[in-house]
T-cell receptor
Framework: GQQVMQIPQYQHVQEGEDFTTYCNSSTTLSNIQWYKQRPGGHPVFLIQLVKSGEVKKQKRLTFQFGEAKKNSSLHITATQTTDVGTYFCAGQVNDMRFGAGTRLTVKP | DGGITQSPKYLFRKEGQNVTLSCEQNLNHDAMYWYRQDPGQGLRLIYYSQIVNDFQKGDIAEGYSVSREKKESFPLTVTSAQKNPTAFYLC????????????FGDGTRLSIL
């Protein structure tokens, strides 16, 4: 069945370092969404990518959708303590499937 | 202020007991979802509903039941058949089941007594 794999599971960085999480699907996706869940909170929608090779930016966050529409990445430049949380990708074929998430911790 | 309200925030279940988790939305969304979140496993879909009086099983529906009698309400019952119910349960809604962002409630944390 459709699966969305996300790596790494955990990432600990020093404040100011960059961070990247990767999402891979076994099947071609119609779109991919990214969510952020703060500790103790609920997932909050960040962005959606639809087109092959699409790149979108939100301040220090850069989102990419692969050419084959089977993979995606979220890159944070110069992390801040406010970036802590778990980042989830969610890929859609027929149904939406969430990756396991990458938990980011930032040391001040 | 529009959003999704889940209640209670914490819930304890005794062995052999059914418990119901509430989810209400005032976003006028057609689609609603229930997810289960366990540490390290992301979000797994339990049930979803695209429209009133319709719902479909997700990946882990066994031991759970739902109803969708009103557009704004999608309660989840965790039955005694669910042998490992301890988890964080999240309700979400979206305009439809297409490529629409999902809006999540604050979740209900269920534990076994």
């Amino acid at each position: 069945g459709q699966q969305v794999m996300q790596i790494p599971q955990y990432q600990h960085v020093q404040e100011g370092e960059d961070f990247t999480t990767y999402c891979n699907s076994s099947t071609t996706l119609s779109n991919i969404q990214w969510y952020k869940q703060r500790p103790g909170g609920h997932p909050v929608f960040l962005i959606q990518l639809v087109k092959s090779g699409e790149v979108k930016k939100q301040k220090r966050l850069t989102f990419q959708f692969g050419e084959a529409k089977k993979n995606s990445s979220l890159h944070i430049t110069a992390t801040q303590t406010t970036d802590v949380g778990t980042y989830f990708c969610a890929g859609q074929v027929n149904d939406m499937r969430f990756g396991a998430g990458t938990r980011l911790t930032v040391k001040p | 202020d529009g959003g999704i309200t889940q209640s209670p925030k914490y819930l304890f279940r005794k062995e052999g007991q059914n418990v119901t988790l509430s989810c209400e939305q005032n976003l006028n969304h057609d689609a609603m979802y229930w997810y289960r979140q366990d540490p390290g496993q992301g979000l797994r879909l339990i049930y979803y509903s695209q429209i009133v009086n319709d719902f479909q099983k997700g990946d882990i529906a066994e031991g759970y039941s739902v109803s969708r009698e009103k557009k704004e309400s999608f309660p989840l019952t965790v039955t005694s058949a669910q042998k490992n119910p301890t988890a964080f349960y999240l309700c979400a809604s979206s305009w439809d089941r297409g490529n629409q962002p999902q809006h999540f409630g604050d979740g209900t944390r269920l534990s076994i007594l």
